[in-house]
């Protein structure tokens, strides 16, 4: 099982992706960075959350490991 630190660390790296990639799609959308750049934001904080209790909810689960 992964520790919290690593879940936390490896969730802020994607999102970080993430963030680059839906400032980008926001702008082209907007035609504004700060709306595109807002929207991303709001994207990537919702994301990070959903993340960290998915990967903590799965390391609970034993199914499908080899011990």
């Known amino acids: 099982m ?3 630190k ?3 660390l490896k ?3 994607w ?3 993430g963030l680059a990639t839906m400032a980008l799609v926001g702008f082209l959308a907007t035609g504004s960075v700060a709306q595109g750049g807002g929207i991303a934001l709001a994207n990537t904080l919702v994301g990070l959350v959903c ?3 998915y990967e ?3 390391s609970r689960i034993t199914w499908g490991r080899h011990v």
């Open 2 to 4: 992964d520790s919290g």
């Open 6 to 8: 690593r879940t936390i």
């Open 15 to 17: 999102n970080l992706l």
């Open 51 to 53: 993340y960290v209790v």
């Open 11 to 13: 969730a802020i790296v």
């Open 56 to 58: 903590r909810l799965w």
